[in-house]
């Protein structure tokens, strides 16, 4: 039974949810492969992946991240389809390659289609492309033209984003949670790297923060905010949760007032992108409505991880918004 995707982010979830079970073959035929393309291809060891080695489309960098991985990797020219398939769970053909912009991060437009495994003959498919490995000096020869060619096109790029105000006044809201912390101290637990490894190839962890039952879920984006900085609170990073473990009370991680973990398990650039970028107001915005309010609202606590109150994002809109007349006298709302 067939069902259509209609965004990067719904056929990366597709593709993830085929790829997750490692019964049977798993092939995936696509034109390029961007930096950071693990993140997008789960439980990889075993998988086959065909790629056009052309740059900049293709990152060498992403290419030997794979094969570490145990990814097994082979070169096709001429290449255009992205096709994923999986012999147990089912296939995506879509227009997504296998890159954060494609897959939602980006800016780029996507659609594909969810099928069964049978309609897709993979064979033939593979017959067709002519494969070849991944020699060494292929992907040396794939190394100097990316280098290259990435010179040129990373000239002036816009690496700007949704503010603050864009995220107030938008007709859908993306919700956010905030994490407050005294200080730093801890790192991932044993099952959280064992969530990585099994997933991902790797026990790496990018981030992760502790928390109590049910205060943070997959997908979820959440804010940190030292406030035992010296200028509190300090507006520290944005962490995207992937997973959500409880930290087994042998660990040396485990802490019986927040016993969970949540596990951002690629870089934040892999992920969706924000609700909304850290800039110097929001930073000037968060400090003078922390001391307005004299730290006195929940979304300051150390004791849990919530989503903002409407008084304090009332407050702190107040604030941005004149840090932005301060230091813009032209500046709009979202601008």
């Known amino acids: 039974m067939s069902k259509f995707l209609a965004s990067g982010q719904e056929i990366k ?22 930096s950071l393309a693990e993140a997008y291809l789960p439980k990889p060891a075993g998988l086959e992946l065909v790629c056009w080695p052309k740059a900049p489309g293709t990152n060498p960098k992403a290419i030997r991240a794979l094969m570490r991985r145990g990814v097994v ?19 995506v053909v879509a227009s997504a390659n296998l890159s954060t912009n494609a897959y939602g991060a980006g800016d780029l437009q996507e659609a594909g289609v969810a099928l069964a495994s049978r309609a897709v003959d993979i064979k033939r498919l593979l017959v067709k492309v002519k494969p070849q490995e991944a020699t060494e000096s292929a992907l040396l020869r794939l ?59 790797s026990s790496v962890v990018a981030d992760w923060v ?26 520290e990073k944005w962490v995207f949760v992937h997973r959500v473990v409880h930290v087994a009370r042998e660990d040396k991680q485990h802490d019986d007032n927040w016993p969970f973990q949540a596990g951002q398990l690629h870089a934040l650039r892999a992920c969706p992108a924000p609700p909304f970028v850290i800039d110097a107001a ?53 601008h």
């Open 143 to 201: 190394e100097r033209e990316w280098a290259t060619s990435v010179r040129t096109q990373n000239r002036g790029r816009n690496t700007g984003g949704a503010t603050f105000l864009d995220w107030l006044e938008a007709a859908q809201r993306r919700r956010w949670k905030i994490h407050a912390f005294e200080k730093y101290g801890g790192g991932p637990s044993q099952r959280l790297r064992a969530v990585a490894k099994e997933e991902t190839g």
């Open 73 to 91: 990797v082979k070169f096709a020219r001429r290449l255009h389809m992205k096709v994923y398939w999986s012999e147990s769970a089912g296939a």
């Open 210 to 235: 502790f928390c109590r039952k049910g205060e943070l879920q997959s997908e979820d984006f959440v804010l940190c905010l030292n406030v035992g900085a010296r200028t509190k609170p300090k507006v």
């Open 13 to 34: 979830q597709e593709v993830r949810r085929i790829f997750m079970r490692t019964r049977g073959r798993r092939v995936a035929i696509v034109a390029f492969v961007g």
């Open 282 to 334: 929001l930073r000037r915005a968060f400090r003078a409505t922390f001391k307005e309010l004299e730290g006195d609202d929940p979304g300051f606590s150390q004791d849990r991880t919530l989503v903002p109150s409407k008084k304090l994002l009332r407050i702190l809109e107040k604030h941005y918004r004149a840090n932005l007349s301060e230091t813009s006298p032209r500046a709009t709302a979202g």
